[in-house]
């Protein structure tokens, strides 16, 4: 099937067919569309799978990997205390950290969704403009580092991504179809994977308001989203009661929002410019028909409308994290793809003017060689029919090569475990090397469990002190732990004791406001003295021992107990 013409919104324009063009197969369309799909989503698995093991989880991550391993009714337990959003990814970490409970089996699901979802942007791409836009989108996804970043992380944004960017495919065929079932059970399934994949439904409601949809189209849509609004509200219910999980978030500015631009558009000034420009030039879809479902008016809302309504929620009670609306950035490679076809289709028309009439000449002089040339034979065999070479669309791939080895450097460094927001292994290592079984230790704050609820085998035999019960059935993250006078009365036994602590704490950046927590730190002050230090980026491991047994180590600071706890 030959492609067709485009009009000047950016869009496929109608045309007739002729009968000759019915007769002919429509396989090389098809081949268009799959190329679309497959090489986006090659090129995002190879993206993901670099480095997949970097040999450290961050915090989250640990989350993940410690709550994943037991056993469901502990799972269930947990929910209803803390990370509800979270609880179907869990139970399905659950199932695949059984098969193999290690850091790549962790992001594996994640390098194979954000694959997943590079695929459907070429494929939704394909669907609204051409194949060849399909392909550009595909590949601006697989190559921008945010998505680079979450395809391996052991946390539910990709997964979300993927339902969220398949729930918008599917959303196109309804507006066409009328069949709205597919949509609905898609959306509904990514909402549970993260409540604020909701929005997504604003994002839709806009698109349907840019198309001036009619009735029908408006019934349909609005019956699926009450679905899934009502599938979600147990949920939204339940998380509402965990909302202390998120006190320690602050209200967005306009650098947040700025920031998100530049995550969405590539890094690097020359990257980012002129991905800008081309999103801009992509946007001349909204100036099509009424009634046409084009690319612009899709994927402008998808890419806009979630983090905008996320943010100005967040104003009044702070909600907003980036990772939250991962699934956004799915409409602005689409965007800056159509721009760039938009681009390219401008040159070819003004530049095939100015060629015109030096085209004369050279067909002269073309003609008068093929004159010299000896007559062919009747009997002679036609020479077979080249393939015709879409030049356009590999260039824009080489385009695209170029914007990967610019930022190269970006996505090399974020498979360093230093470059996340911390690396429990990293302080595994160094207990494992200094604590031996039977010793003593106390996590500060409760949260710093986390390194030996990831890595066990480096606290096998360790005598936690705050400890009351197996973590895994308390129905909490990181265990319950004794109070005030409970831990006065254990510490009082021991002579030495090894401390985790986390180094916001030592450097005074916060003060927990839980009474157990500030008893560790006043205790600590009151009876011990530090007279040894490992200290990593993110959590140092101090050995302290009982006063007048020994002198303080000169150079290790007592943990600041401010009167009032310091938020974080």
């Known amino acids: 099937m030959e492609p067709q013409p485009f009009d000047a919104a950016g869009e496929t324009a109608a045309v007739p067919v002729r009968a000759a063009e019915r007769a002919t197969p429509r396989a090389p369309g098809r081949r268009a569309r799959v190329v679309a799909a497959v090489v986006p989503a090659t090129v995002m698995l190879a993206v993901g799978l ?66 997943a979802t590079a695929a459907l942007v070429g494929t939704l791409g394909a669907r609204l403009a051409s194949p060849r836009v399909g392909l550009w989108a595909g590949l601006l996804y697989a190559v921008t580092p945010m998505a680079g970043h979450y ?66 189209v408006w019934r349909g849509w609005a019956c699926a989203a009450g679905a899934v609004v009502l599938a979600l509200l147990p949920m939204v219910l339940v998380s ?72 100005l929620a967040s104003q009044l009670s702070p909600l907003y994290v980036d990772r939250y609306v991962l699934y ?67 260039l824009g791939v080489a385009v695209i090569a170029l914007a990967l080895l610019h930022q190269l450097p970006l996505l090399r460094a974020d498979r360093d475990p230093a470059n996340r927001a911390d690396d429990l292994a990293l302080v595994a ?51 319950e732990e004794a109070g005030p006078a409970l831990l006065r009365a254990r510490l009082a036994r021991l002579d030495r004791v090894w401390v985790v602590i986390d180094r916001d704490l030592v450097e005074g950046r916060w003060s927990p406001a839980g009474s157990t927590e500030r008893a560790k730190i006043a205790l600590l002050g009151e009876d011990f003295v530090p007279v040894e230090e490992s200290m990593g980026p993110y959590s140092s491991l101090r050995l302290y021992v009982r006063k007048g047994e020994v002198s303080a180590a000169p150079g290790i600071p007592p943990v600041p107990l401010p009167p009032h706890p310091v938020p974080r």
């Open 50 to 115: 670099w480095g997949v093991d970097r040999g450290g989880m961050w915090r989250d991550e640990a989350v993940t990997f410690q709550v994943a391993r037991r056993g469901v009714p502990d799972i269930w337990r947990l929910l209803h205390n803390v990370d509800a959003v979270h609880g179907l990814y869990y139970l399905l970490m659950h199932v695949v950290l059984a098969v193999r409970a290690d850091e790549v089996f962790l992001r594996l699901p994640s390098v194979c969704a954000a694959a």
């Open 151 to 216: 395809a391996q992380e052991g946390r539910s944004y990709a997964l979300v991504a993927a339902g969220a960017t398949g729930a918008t495919l599917l959303f196109t065929r309804a507006v066409r179809t009328g069949s709205w079932r597919s949509y609905g059970l898609l959306l509904g399934l990514a909402c549970w994977l993260h409540e604020f994949a909701v929005l997504l439904l604003l994002a839709h409601a806009v698109s349907l308001m840019l198309v001036r949809a009619d009735r029908r």
């Open 240 to 311: 509402r009661t965990q909302s202390a999980q998120l006190a320690w978030l602050g209200p967005p500015t306009w650098r947040t929002a700025e920031g998100l631009l530049r995550a969405f558009l590539g890094s690097g000034t020359a990257v980012h410019r002129t991905c800008f420009l081309l999103a801009l030039l992509g946007l001349a879809g909204l100036a099509a028909p009424r009634g046409r479902l084009t690319l612009a008016r899709v994927c402008l809302p998808l890419a806009a409308v979630p983090p905008a309504a996320l943010m």
């Open 328 to 394: 956004s950035l799915s409409g602005a490679p689409l965007l800056v793809a159509a721009g760039a076809d938009t681009a390219v289709r401008l040159v070819r028309r003004y530049g095939r003017r100015w060629l015109r009439g030096r085209g004369r000449v050279a067909g002269a002089v073309a003609s008068a060689l093929g004159a010299l040339r000896r007559p062919r034979s009747p009997l002679a065999a036609a020479p077979a029919a080249r393939p015709r070479v879409p030049l356009v669309a590999a």
């Open 429 to 479: 290592r160094v207990a494992a090397t200094k604590v031996r079984p039977g010793d003593p230790v106390l996590f500060l704050p409760a949260q710093a469990r986390n390194a030996a609820l990831a890595y066990p085998q480096d606290f096998r035999g360790i005598r936690d002190v705050a400890l009351t019960a197996p973590v895994a059935g308390s129905g909490t993250l990181y265990g």
